[in-house]
């Protein structure tokens, strides 16, 4: 009895956190995307002194309301253009389409003018 109730409540717990990222209401603002980029990490220099490029990162930058956001990822089936639902806090989560999500974290900031 009490290996069934413990199997109902751990069900019940994975399916109220399955769903609580997938509300729209969770995502109160719009986020614009600007571009994706990708650059070197850095340069240094082999064991025989000749010169290495380190790997790349990639960057999406989303305006969400008079601030640009720099996120240290693109995200699958996001288009440069369009508009997604989103929340901020310590990353930018957007709502994608089909119910995914994309979380990642903010790399940079910086505010611009607000649009008419």
Known sequence: ???????????LAMSLCASAGKNPTDYPLTAH???????????GLN???GLIMTPETTSTEL???????????TCKNVEIGKDYPARVDKKVHLLLPGGK??????????????TP
């Open 101 to 114: 999500t994309c979380n990642a974290g903010i790399t940079g900031t910086h505010e611009v003018p607000a």
């Open 33 to 43: 995307v600007l571009g994706t980029s990708k650059v070197p990490v850095g340069v």
């Open 1 to 11: 009895m009490k290996r069934t109730l413990s199997f109902l409540i751990a069900l």
């Open 63 to 73: 305006r969400i309301g008079n601030m640009v956001y720099a996120i240290g990822k």
């Open 47 to 49: 064991s025989t002194g």
